[in-house]
Each structure stands twice: as structure tokens, then as C-alpha cells.
């Protein structure tokens, strides 16, 4: 089709050209071009792998977050039931926080889940097309003469070349992404180590830059609905709850 | 002509297909010149519905370079600001 061709072909095509230039002997520019494909193929694993430990990471965190999301609910109810509005609000805070972050968390865990399949199928893909190309180097240097040869060269490398240069395209959006969420990653961990999520009986109300910092992140109006709910639960004795249970114990 | 969308695979469709695909590319390439994003979404999808109703997916181990090399189906469009410009992906 001629005409045809886009500027990432462009591109492509010329990397391929400057590999084949590189040798003047067809054998030795078919030996370098599958050495090349072969190191691809690390580099593909070594993406994967990297995929796949980020997504580890994200998933253990979010299941710390799930289980400090259960605790400040409980410890918000506890302190309603005690009469302590402020302590109750300072949970819910930290709880709408944790829910977000969760949110996103859950999300991202999701496209690193589709990245990792996707890589996958790729790998797989072009294994089988540097096999072809193995396949072909040999029949390519037994049967044809030196001129004859870099012709059909040109056509096996570009094939192989541009899903070489494709999965490398799709590697770097990979790893960009992987960084975003490592950077997102490590923002909830400094919230985590500030003690953002941690128990907050074990700290008045309002005290500490923490819950200064709560405020402007947190949506004042879901902490006013969730604590109206709450109120309403208990002064209609919606005793079902065990921290509401807890608390008619130690009025 | 062989068509890949980058990140899936290759594609064989009927060369009449070049027509009608270099049109939608040439108005993505106005639409992003005019930051219209959901112009831009709505004939990117076209685009790759094209190629998913009349395409055949390459066998793995055919070895053939592209004629039309698409962007990946998740294209932001920051990226697609780099990719569809002048004459877009196909030049006339």
C-alpha cells in the first residue's frame, strides 16, 4: 500500500535500517538482529516481573487500608456512643480518607492487572515471531547468495524489528505507569507512617497536625452524613452493631 | 493492508479500507488541532471499530510489517497531541 505508513512505522523502519546497515555480511546482520530479539524477550520478562511486584505492593496495601477503614468505623461509633462527637468525627475523617485512597488503590490495582495481561500475550507473541525469524536465518543464509540475502533480510527483521519496537512502546507505558503508581504508592505510605490510619483512641481529638491536615483533605459533608447516620442509629437503638453494643456497656 | 494497533497486534483488511481509515484520520488529526476530545474519542473508536469488523488478526508467526501503525486503544489525549498531526498517522 504505498502511501501508507505512520510516523511510528517511520520510526521503526528507520531503526531497522540502521540495524541492518551495522553488518555488511547478511549472516552477521541475521545473527546480531536475532541476538537482538532475544535480549527483547529478557527485557519483556524483566517488565512483566516489574508489573507484577508493583501490583503486589499495591494489593497489600490496600488491604491494610480495608481493615483500618472496619477499625475507625468502629472506633467512630464508640465514641459517639460515649458522648464524644469530637473523637467521633476525627474517625470518620480519617476513615473517608482511607475509603479514597482505597478507591484509587483498587482502581490501579485493576490497570496494572490488565497491563500484566496484555504484556503477557505480547511476550508470547513475539517469542513465537523470533522463532519464525530463527527459523528463517537459517533457510536465508543456507540458500541465497550475499545480494539476494539482505533483501530478504530487510523483510523478516522489519517484521520482527516493528513488533520489537511495539512491545518496547507498550514496555515504556508500562513502566510509566508502574512509576505513577509507585509515587502514589509511597504517598500512602507516608500518610500510613505520619500515623494517619492509626487508632485514635490513643490520641485526643483535634491535636495534632494530622487532624489539621484531615480537615482540608477529607469532604466535610460525607463526615456530617456519616455521623448524622450514626446518631440516628443509636438514639433509635440500632443495637446491631457490636461497637454500639460496647458502648451502652460503658455509658 | 496490514494494519497493527500498537500494544495488541496486526490486522489484514481490505485495501479499500485505506480510504475510509485515512479519512477518519485526517479529521482526528482536526479534531486534536482543535482540542476537541470527544470529537478526538468518538472517531478514534470508529477507527478501531473499522479495523476490529473487517480486520483478521495475523497468525503469530507471519512475519510482516505494518502498513498503518494506530496508537495504542488507550491513547490519552496528551499522547494522541503527538500522534495525530500534520497529515495523521497516514499521509495522503
Given amino acids: ?251 | 493492508m496490514i494494519v497493527r494497533i500498537s500494544g495488541e497486534g496486526q490486522f489484514r483488511l481490505p485495501d479499500e479500507d485505506a480510504g475510509r481509515l485515512n479519512e477518519l484520520d485526517n479529521r482526528a488529526v482536526k479534531a486534536v488541532e482543535q482540542g476537541d476530545e470527544t470529537g478526538f474519542r468518538e472517531l478514534w473508536s470508529q477507527m478501531l471499530e473499522l479495523v476490529a469488523s473487517d480486520g483478521n488478526a495475523l497468525a503469530d508467526d507471519e512475519l510482516v510489517e505494518s502498513d498503518v501503525i494506530l496508537p495504542p486503544r488507550d491513547v490519552t489525549f496528551q499522547e494522541a497531541k503527538g500522534e495525530f498531526t500534520g497529515d495523521g498517522l497516514i499521509p495522503d
Fill in chain 1, 1 to 251: 500500500m504505498p502511501g501508507l505508513g505512520g510516523r511510528m512505522s517511520t520510526v521503526i523502519k528507520a531503526k531497522i535500517s540502521r540495524m541492518l546497515d551495522r553488518a555488511e555480511d547478511p549472516g552477521e546482520t541475521l545473527d546480531y538482529g536475532y541476538q537482538k530479539q532475544v535480549e527483547m524477550l529478557q527485557n519483556v520478562k524483566k517488565g512483566i516481573a516489574d508489573v507484577v511486584t508493583a501490583k503486589k505492593r499495591l494489593q497489600m496495601q490496600s488491604g491494610k487500608l480495608e481493615q483500618q477503614v472496619v477499625k475507625l468505623d468502629t472506633q467512630a461509633r464508640q465514641a459517639l456512643a460515649q458522648g464524644n462527637e469530637p473523637l467521633a468525627r476525627t474517625a470518620l475523617e480519617r476513615k473517608t480518607l482511607a475509603q479514597t485512597e482505597l478507591q484509587t488503590l483498587d482502581t490501579q490495582v485493576k490497570e496494572l492487572e490488565g497491563q500484566q495481561e496484555q504484556l503477557t500475550a505480547n511476550e508470547q507473541k513475539l517469542r513465537q515471531k523470533i522463532e519464525q525469524f530463527r527459523t528463517k536465518k537459517e533457510v536465508i543464509k543456507a540458500q541465497y547468495s550475499a545480494a539476494e540475502a539482505q533483501v530478504r533480510i530487510g523483510e523478516a527483521a522489519s517484521g520482527v524489528g516493528e513488533e520489537m519496537a511495539d512491545l518496547g512502546l507498550a514496555m515504556q507505558r508500562a513502566e510509566d505507569k508502574t512509576e505513577q503508581m509507585r509515587a502514589r504508592a509511597g504517598a500512602v505510605e507516608e500518610l500510613e507512617a505520619a500515623g494517619t490510619f492509626d487508632d485514635i483512641t490513643q490520641l485526643g481529638p483535634g491535636e495534632d497536625d494530622i487532624d489539621r491536615q484531615l480537615k482540608e483533605l477529607t469532604s466535610g459533608a460525607q463526615v456530617d452524613d456519616e455521623l448524622a447516620k450514626m446518631k440516628a442509629e443509636l438514639e433509635t437503638g440500632g443495637g446491631d452493631s457490636p461497637a454500639l453494643e460496647q458502648g451502652k456497656e460503658n455509658p
